[in-house]
């Protein structure tokens, strides 16, 4: 393995980082989903301005409506040393007033950053939706 690549251990760390987030918000786990973020993270939603900070995050992620599942399709990390980039894509499930299933296609692009004690957190991510 070259110098600075990241290794087998981190990806796995970083894909595990992702998922959970996810599953943090399918869990309506807020708080959990927030102690994946730095605490100077810039969240990209479509056609809004950017989220940046925790106290922001936090007031962003209040407002999400329910999500019954996310189905990840395909996830590829990389980086080196300190800075990784996931690029995910996924298939967000929700419900309709009437509790039909609805299916939203989407992906993301997440920067990531090894903190002292070794763990990842997201520093910036943008997401939008895919046909």
Known sequence: ???????????????????????????????????????????????????????????????????????????VVEGAGDLAVAICSFVRVTEDAAGAEERQPARQVLKLRRQPDGTWLIAAAIFNARQ
């Open 1 to 75: 393995m070259a110098e600075g690549v990241l290794s087998e251990r981190d990806r796995d760390a970083i894909e595990q980082v992702v998922r959970t987030t996810l599953g943090n918000i399918t869990d309506g786990d807020r708080e959990s989903w927030l102690g994946h973020w730095t605490q100077d993270a810039r969240l990209m939603p479509p056609g809004r301005p950017d989220v940046t900070g925790h106290d922001q995050l936090a007031a962003w992620i209040r407002d999400w409506p329910p999500v019954r599942r996310f189905e990840v399709e395909s996830m």
